[in-house]
């Protein structure tokens, strides 16, 4: 009996989970990646239907949803990446989880701003 009140305390400990990372596991099941056109950046109002773009209107759109800022990221071999970053985590398109920001695999050059 004890050990299934440990074992359920720890199943209910990893069910509180942060809205932020919801919002990111939502926006990535609804994203869907097209090639950039023209350097434009789509940003839509919503993460809980089908959007499109690339990895930039990804990160704008989440942004608009839970704040933060988008940064412009070297990932080396000449491959530029845009993700979002907020409170010390890093929220990519290309990561089925958030990262810790000292975690993440890339140099971060500057925040960008949708003009």
């Not at 090639?35 to 109002?45: L, S």
């Not at 990895?55 to 704040?67: N, R």
């Not at 409170?87 to 975690?103: A, L």
């Amino acid at each position: 009996m004890r050990l299934i009140l440990i074992f359920s305390l720890i199943l209910c400990a990893s069910c509180s989970s942060n809205p932020d990372a919801e919002a990111h596991r939502l926006a990535l099941w609804n994203f869907n990646y097209e090639k950039d056109i023209d350097n434009e950046y789509r940003i839509y109002n919503y993460i809980d239907r089908p959007f499109f773009g690339d990895c930039e209107d990804f990160a704008f759109t989440l942004q608009k949803v839970i704040g933060g800022e988008v940064w412009y990221i070297d990932r080396g071999q000449a491959v530029a990446h845009a993700a979002l970053v907020k409170g010390g985590w890093v929220y990519d398109s290309i990561y089925k989880r958030r990262v810790s920001k000292n975690r993440y695999n890339g140099d971060f050059k500057y925040i960008m701003r949708a003009e």
